[in-house]
Each structure stands twice: as C-alpha cells, then as structure tokens.
C-alpha cells in the first residue's frame, strides 16, 4: 500500500485514508496554536470517522468542550489523546473502546462510536516548561546569533 502523498488539501487526504481502509480522527480540532483543523476548515467535522474531543495538553479547556459539542452534533464518536511529550504523561488522555482485541473489530468499534474518551489533564508546571524549551529551540533555528 502506498502512503498517501504529502501537500493534498484536508478532504483529499481524508478520502484517501477511507479508501485504504483507514480510520480518520480529527486531532485537536480547535486548538488555537496549532494546526486547528475545525478553525479552518469546518467542513472537516463532517468528513472524518471521530473526533478527539479531549487532549491532556488543553490546560484551559474550551478548545476540548467545544471539540466534544460539534462531534456529538454531527454525530462522531468522540476520542481521548494524550498528545505526550514524555513518556510519563503517555495516557493522561486516552480512549476507551468496546472491542474485541484485534485491529479490524478495534477500527470498526470506532467507527461505531463504541468509545469513551477518558481524561487527565497534563499538569500546567510541565506544559508551561514543554512549551517555553520548545518556543526557544523554535527561536534558536529563526535567529542564527541567539545564544543560550
């Protein structure tokens, strides 16, 4: 199976993935600092399999409230992640699924919307840290002569 190629627009990518067989799942559809999908692109709420309506790295909540609204309004199921910068916040956010334990009842199950999406926020002294070593490594490749 070829991977699906690099620079289509979201909907294509989404067709595609579904052609293969593939499960699609909307990541942090609000978020304002990242790519933010559902800000940019509403239309994408409708295309995909779910929706992750909680992320452990939402230190305010809204962005995962108002993830959580639009998946149950079009009707997705909704899925947990920990989006985890270190192996110890791995599962701070996670999915529950009603599934047998093989890869094809696990995707179906979601497709389904047999899942729980289960939380546990990052805490905030380890995000702030996260994001001001990583807005400084960001700044550090931006401007040659930053020094440390």
Same mark, same amino acid.
């Given at each position: 199976?070829?991977?699906?190629?690099? &620079?289509?627009?979201?909907?294509?990518?989404?067709?595609?993935? &579904?052609?293969?067989?593939?499960?699609?799942?909307?990541?942090?559809?609000?978020?304002?600092?990242?790519?933010?999908?559902?800000?940019?692109?509403?239309?994408?709420?409708?295309?995909?399999?779910?929706?992750?309506?909680?992320?452990?790295?939402?230190?305010?909540?809204?962005?995962?409230?108002?993830?959580?609204?639009?998946?149950?309004?079009?009707?997705?199921?909704?899925?947990?992640?920990?989006?985890?910068?270190?192996?110890?916040?791995?599962?701070?956010?996670?999915?529950?699924?009603d599934a047998e334990p093989t890869v094809e009842?696990?995707?179906?199950?979601?497709?389904? &919307?047999?899942?729980?999406?289960?939380?546990?926020?990052?805490?905030?002294?380890?995000?702030?840290?996260?994001?001001?070593?990583?807005?400084?490594?960001?700044?550090?490749?931006?401007?040659?002569?930053?020094?440390?």
């Open positions: 199976m070829d991977p699906i190629p690099p &620079g289509l627009s979201v909907g294509q990518t989404i067709a595609i993935a &579904g052609q293969m067989g593939g499960v699609t799942i909307l990541p942090h559809p609000f978020h304002m600092w990242r790519h933010g999908v559902g800000l940019k692109l509403k239309d994408a709420l409708a295309l995909v399999d779910a929706v992750e309506a909680f992320n452990s790295r939402y230190i305010v909540g809204t962005a995962n409230q108002k993830a959580a609204q639009l998946a149950k309004r079009f009707g997705k199921p909704c899925i947990g992640g920990s989006d985890a910068h270190h192996w110890r916040y791995v599962g701070y956010g996670s999915t529950l699924i009842s696990i995707l179906q199950a979601i497709r389904q &919307g047999k899942t729980i999406a289960s939380c546990r926020m990052t805490p905030l002294r380890t995000y702030t840290r996260q994001s001001l070593k990583s807005t400084w490594r960001r700044l550090q490749r931006r401007i040659p002569n930053l020094r440390r």
